[in-house]
């Protein structure tokens, strides 16, 4: 069984074209997320189709945001996007748990640490992929230094 993390409902309207777009993440029963779609004419039948499956939140997210953005360059509009708190919940806290793992692990600064606990505070999908891309470079010196 899977729970959904985050849906975003796009509409088009134009000339001719009246189409919807539907991008949803769940978190499947292993714990890892899925990131699927359906999309067609709106009341018409709809194309399903997974995107990415069995990937970490940060992939999920990345990928969401990454369709998200070139739907709306397209002229979509966004008509709901439901559970966003519940996804940022869950992505700020494994970010929030993977820096604690840092400082602990002597590669992240408690200073640096209390820094990219504000920016987890954001509300804006940028400034939290900023604080990602920090927590990652992180992880890699973490991995130099074992080797």
Do not use: P, W
């Not at 959904?4 to 088009?12: A, D, K």
């Not at 993440?25 to 009341?43: A, E, F, M, V």
């Not at 869950?90 to 993977?98: A, C, E, K, P, R």
């Not at 509300?123 to 230094?145: C, F, P, R, W, Y």
């Amino acid at each position: 069984m899977s729970t959904e993390i985050r849906r975003v409902h796009l509409e088009y309207v134009g000339g001719t074209s009246y189409k919807e777009y539907n991008i949803i993440i769940t978190q499947n029963i292993n714990g890892l997320y899925d990131l699927k779609s359906h999309y067609g004419r709106i009341g018409g039948s709809q194309v399903n189709r997974d995107i990415k499956l069995g990937v970490n939140i940060s992939e999920a997210m990345s990928q969401y945001s990454e369709i998200l953005r070139k739907k709306e360059k397209k002229g979509y509009v966004i008509i709901t996007q439901e559970n966003m708190s519940r996804f940022t919940d869950v992505y700020v806290s494994n970010l929030t748990q993977t820096a604690a793992t840092l400082v602990a692990e002597g590669v992240l600064e408690r200073n640096h640490y209390a820094g990219l606990k504000k920016l987890l505070q954001a509300s804006d999908i940028e400034t939290l992929e900023m604080a990602e891309k920090i927590v990652i470079a992180n992880q890699g010196k973490m991995h130099e230094n074992v080797a």
